[in-house]
């Protein structure tokens, strides 16, 4: 099982960006997938999840109105649309994913991509 966030850049604030987690592997059918972000010298916090069977989210206080999650389920991809960015959104970005109950504790999340790089620029 592989995850692969892709996506991340540079962007002034107030600009836009969307990042991607391919699923390779498996169906997720049933999984709760989540987006995770770690600010530099701070500790990795959530920012969304999505279940992939109801479609149901939940988003970090500081990302509300701002961020979408969302997911194509023919390319097997999960997607965060991050409109309004600001430059406290600057972090490395993980998407991870866990079957079950959908809950924000990191911890609990056994898969995991590899992280994509978001700077916003003030």
């Known amino acids: 099982v592989q995850l692969q966030a892709s996506g991340g850049g540079l962007v002034q604030a107030g600009g836009s960006l969307r990042l991607s987690c391919a699923v390779y592997?498996?169906?997720?059918?049933?999984?709760?997938m989540g987006w995770f972000r770690q600010a530099p010298g701070k500790e990795r916090e959530f920012v969304a999840y999505?279940?992939?069977?109801?479609?149901?989210?939940r988003y970090a206080d500081s990302v509300k109105g701002r961020f979408t999650i969302s997911r194509d389920n023919a390319k097997n991809t999960v997607y965060l649309q991050m409109n309004s960015l600001e430059p406290e959104d600057t972090a490395v970005y993980y998407c991870a994913a866990r079957p079950g109950m959908a809950v924000m504790n990191q911890n609990l999340y056994p898969y995991w991509g590899q992280g994509t790089l978001v700077t916003v620029s003030s």
């Open positions: 999505r279940r992939w069977s109801d479609g149901s989210t």
């Open positions: 592997g498996r169906s997720f059918s049933g999984y709760v």
